[in-house]
């Protein structure tokens, strides 16, 4: 992992607002869209991914390279953050390995019962998203609590409140819900709020390799970058710590604030019963 700023790194930096993100999982999909939507806004964005140095991201967007699995290397991109900024203002944890090989061998796995699923997908869920999720918001905790301000984001999904797709995704995201509301009430004294963010079905990489199978229906998709201008209206938000601990849903957060897609568009706030 390099720690060298480019030029063109330190140009962006300079006319930044001064806000500090960190956008784990920003290699590619969601985590990409929201890092470049972050950049946009005027953070100052770290992305961290195990095949960042290879992601189509513009050169303001700092690269530290990770595997989420190793805490070794998660407390180093902490360290890095820390050692070149005077503070963490935002944590979006969005390290998740469940949508690798959606397809494998010409067959589409991800919707297989329990007892057919690969094990990698336990891994690439529970440990490289929950668990990585909880490490990352440990060492985020450590760096907001003494200046009371922060805020984490913790990306979910519906499949916490009904089955979608596969019993591991549903334990995975309902996991990810709990664990917003329960450290919420341990960060609410230190005024830095947690909220798990439901993006509605987006147009990522392995999205849309799937849906060539027919697997889904993207009339009613988002682009990647629109959950990071969501996340931005909500960090500005006056009455944030109202909304801490709580679940909500990317595209109703967009419609309160008249934030639009990058098309131009207003995505449908989809329901539990729309899923």
């Known amino acids: 992992m390099t720690n060298d700023l480019e030029p063109n790194d330190l140009e962006h930096n300079e006319a930044a607002t001064g806000l500090v993100a960190l956008v784990t999982g920003a290699s590619r999909g969601v985590g990409r869209g929201i890092a470049l939507g972050l950049l946009a806004a005027g953070f100052r964005v770290y992305g961290s991914g195990r095949s960042i140095d290879q992601a189509d991201l513009p050169p303001g967007i700092r ?5 989420h699995l190793n805490d070794e290397e998660t407390a180093r991109v902490f360290e890095t953050i820390r050692s070149e900024c005077s503070g963490l203002d935002l944590l979006v944890n969005c390290a998740w390995g469940g949508y ?10 991800w919707a297989a019962p329990f007892w057919e699923q690969p094990p990698h997908r336990w891994t690439g869920m529970m440990d490289a998203g929950v668990r990585a999720a909880f490490v990352c918001s440990a060492h985020a905790a450590r760096m907001m609590t003494p200046r ?45 709020p947690v909220i798990s963010l439901y993006p509605g079905l987006v147009r990522t990489e392995a999205v849309l390799a799937a849906a060539k199978y027919g697997a889904f229906d993207l009339s009613t998709s988002e682009s990647p970058e629109f959950i990071g201008r969501v996340i931005n209206a909500l960090f500005h938000d006056p009455d944030l710590m109202t909304r801490t ?23 449908p706030a989809l329901t539990l019963a729309d899923i």
Request: net charge positive; with cysteine.
């Open 148 to 192: 009371r301000r922060g805020l984490i984001i913790n990306i979910s999904f519906w499949s916490a409140q009904r089955h979608l797709g596969n019993t591991i995704y549903g334990i995975a995201k309902a996991a990810t819900d709990k664990m917003t509301s329960d450290m919420a009430v341990e960060l609410k004294p230190f005024a830095v």
């Open 63 to 67: 690269r530290l390279r990770c595997d």
């Open 245 to 267: 601990g709580q679940v909500l849903v990317a595209a109703a957060v967009a419609k309160e604030f008249g934030v639009l897609d990058v098309d131009g568009n207003s995505p």
């Open 100 to 109: 690798e090989k959606m397809v494998e061998g010409g067959v589409f796995t």
